[in-house]
C-alpha cells in the first residue's frame, strides 16, 4: 500500500543484490567503518533476532554476547556502509521476533539448525554427474 512514487525514487538506492537471510539465522555482517580518512572493514557476528519495515526503510538487529552480557545492533539491510552478510548457519523458528532469547543464557540462547531440504534422486544424480559427466549426459 506504499505510493507508487516513492517507490519509484527509492529503486535507485536499494541493493541489487540484497542478502538473503532469514530471522533466527546466525550471520556475519561485515560493515564499513571510516576513521578519518582511512575504511576498514569490521565484523559483526550473532544471531538475527527481528527483521522490520519495506523497501529502502528494511532493517534488522542481530544479537550476539560480548563478556557476559548481551549485545544488540540494528543495521539498515540497503545501507552502502554494509559490505556483505554471510549466513553461517541457519536457525529454525516459529517466529517473527526472537526476543524471548534476551532471557537465555549459554546453549539455552543456541537454536536448531535448520535441515535442508533434498530428495536422494537429486543427490545421487548430482555424485554421478560430478564424478562421469559423460555418463550423466548419455543417459539422460
Do not use: Y
Not at 40 to 48: A, E, H, L, M, N
Not at 79 to 106: E, H, M, T, Y
Request: hydrophobic share 40%.
Amino acid at each position: 500500500m506504499r505510493n507508487s512514487l516513492i517507490q519509484l525514487v527509492e529503486q535507485s538506492s536499494l541493493k541489487k543484490d540484497a542478502p538473503a537471510f532469514e530471522v533466527g539465522d546466525t550471520v556475519d555482517i561485515h560493515t564499513k567503518i571510516v576513521e578519518g580518512e582511512k575504511e576498514r572493514i569490521q565484523v559483526f557476528s550473532g544471531t538475527v533476532i527481528m527483521k522490520k519495515g519495506c523497501g529502502i526503510n528494511e532493517t534488522f538487529t542481530v544479537r550476539r554476547i560480548v563478556n557476559n552480557e548481551g549485545v544488540e545492533r540494528g543495521f539498515p539491510l540497503h545501507s552502502p556502509l554494509i559490505a556483505k552478510v554471510v549466513v553461517k548457519r541457519g536457525g529454525q523458528n516459529r517466529r517473527a521476533k526472537l526476543f524471548f532469547l534476551r532471557d537465555r543464557v549459554g546453549k539455552a540462547v543456541r537454536l536448531v539448525e535448520k535441515r535442508k531440504v533434498s530428495t536422494k534422486k537429486t543427490e545421487i544424480a548430482e555424485k554421478v554427474e560430478a564424478a562421469t559427466p559423460e555418463l550423466a549426459t548419455a543417459a539422460t
